[in-house]
């Protein structure tokens, strides 16, 4: 997630949950997401004691998802990245060893570092937003033309 939007997902939920949860905007008021905006770490639903107005958990339970873990990681930098996952299960609570594997699959995914263009990059973006063809900004780069698309 980079600023308050997902950069990628991956969502293996019942189709009819993410339909119900999507079109009533269930995430605002999801006891599970709202955790992953203040805090970090890892936690099994059964654990996470925050309000739950519009019932959402039930809605989890509703569509087969009666046990959990969320797990939240969070990036280095000036603008850090958060990465998290929401994980269920119907026929038992998470281990402690299950929950340390699904944090190691999501940190693999986790990027920690943003990327950042070098000052040539920011130059021909910047050239570019001024409506400069690529030749004229090969010209004055004292670049090829190949080396602006790149």
């Known amino acids: 997630m980079g600023f308050y939007s997902p950069e990628d997902e991956l969502n293996t939920f019942p189709d009819q949950f993410v339909e119900l949860y999507t079109a009533r905007g269930l995430a605002l008021q999801d006891p599970l997401m709202r955790w992953t905006f203040t805090n970090h770490g890892a936690l099994r639903w059964s654990a996470i004691d925050l309000p739950d ?3 959402v958990m039930a809605r989890y339970r509703q569509y087969g998802m009666r046990y959990g873990a969320t797990i ?3 990036g280095r930098g000036a603008v850090p990245k958060k990465s998290f996952g929401i994980f269920a299960r119907a026929d038992r609570e998470f281990t402690d060893a299950e929950i340390i594997d699904l944090r190691e699959l999501l940190t693999a995914l986790h990027v920690n570092e943003p990327q950042t263009l070098t000052e040539s990059q920011v130059e021909v ?6 409506g400069m ?3 004229q900004m090969a010209y004055a ?3 090829s033309e190949s080396a602006v698309k790149a």
Request: net charge positive; aromatic share 6%.
């Open 53 to 55: 107005p519009l019932g």
């Open 72 to 74: 939240c990681l969070v």
């Open 125 to 130: 973006l910047r050239m570019l937003s001024t």
């Open 133 to 135: 063809r690529y030749k």
């Open 141 to 143: 780069l004292g670049i």
